[in-house]
């Protein structure tokens, strides 16, 4: 595809149901990240995946949030048992690394959570 | 703990001006310094990028300044274009990890407007 897409593009749930988020990343990009953007701040870290092995969740606020990417490519983030606090904007990014040595992450348009 | 600060929160500039937006971080690790603009339901994309063995980039209207003893980095942008209202997130990253791990650090975001 021509970019990042990720889906669904909103989804409102009721406090306690499970949600999984998809993120399709750019053909080709090994690296993926998923990230929190509260609103009215910047993103934040979650985690992230190098190909599908998932190298890093320190930023996984405590483990209802999980996360995979079986054959490195889609991945999904999964909350389970929502909370209203989970309310927020999650985006994925997969990224690019340059010959040259600069580095872009190329973000999706994001999945607006809303938990009642 | 607040990694990068940004200000100001929301900027209005007339068209022609130039809008200034700042930011400060903490960790000297930091080797990458990216800024982001956000348009309204899109994701952030890259905009322009620094290294700190450099204390300006220019690019077109805009001009990354680095100032790497006092840990501060800004975006001028010349000639602001009504086009160019947009939310604009500074973000820093550490070298890669032994991972792969290159996660950015983002800013809270300055809210631009440039009046025609």
């Known amino acids: 595809g021509a970019g990042v897409s990720q889906s669904p593009r909103y989804k409102v749930t009721k406090r306690g149901q499970d949600v999984a988020l998809r993120c399709d990343p750019i053909s080709g990009h090994v690296s993926l990240y998923w990230y929190r953007q509260a609103l009215g701040q910047g993103p934040e870290f979650l985690t992230y995946f190098n190909y599908e092995a998932q190298q890093d969740k320190s930023g996984l606020p405590n483990d209802r949030f999980s996360a995979e990417r079986p054959e490195g490519s889609i991945s999904t983030l999964t909350i389970q048992r929502t909370e209203q606090r989970d309310s927020a904007m999650y985006r994925c990014?997969?990224?690019?690394?340059?010959?040259?040595?600069?580095?872009?992450?190329?973000f999706g348009p994001g999945t607006r959570l809303t938990v009642l | 703990q607040q990694q990068v600060k940004q200000s100001p929160q929301s900027l209005i500039v007339q068209k022609g001006g130039i809008s200034i937006i700042n930011c400060a971080y903490e960790n000297t690790a930091f080797d990458y310094f990216p800024w982001y603009q956000q348009f309204p339901g899109k994701g952030p994309a890259l905009l322009i990028a620094?290294?700190?063995?450099?204390s300006e980039k220019k690019e077109g209207r805009f001009t990354i300044s680095f100032n790497k003893s006092a840990k501060q980095f800004s975006l001028h942008i010349m000639d602001s274009q009504p086009g160019d209202s947009a939310t604009y997130f500074c973000a820093a990253t550490p070298p890669e990890s032994d991972t792969g791990r290159r996660a950015l650090t983002f800013g809270s975001g300055t809210r631009l407007q440039v009046q025609p």
């Open positions: 620094i290294r700190p063995d450099v």
């Open positions: 990014a997969s990224t690019l690394r340059r010959p040259s040595g600069g580095y872009e992450q190329f």
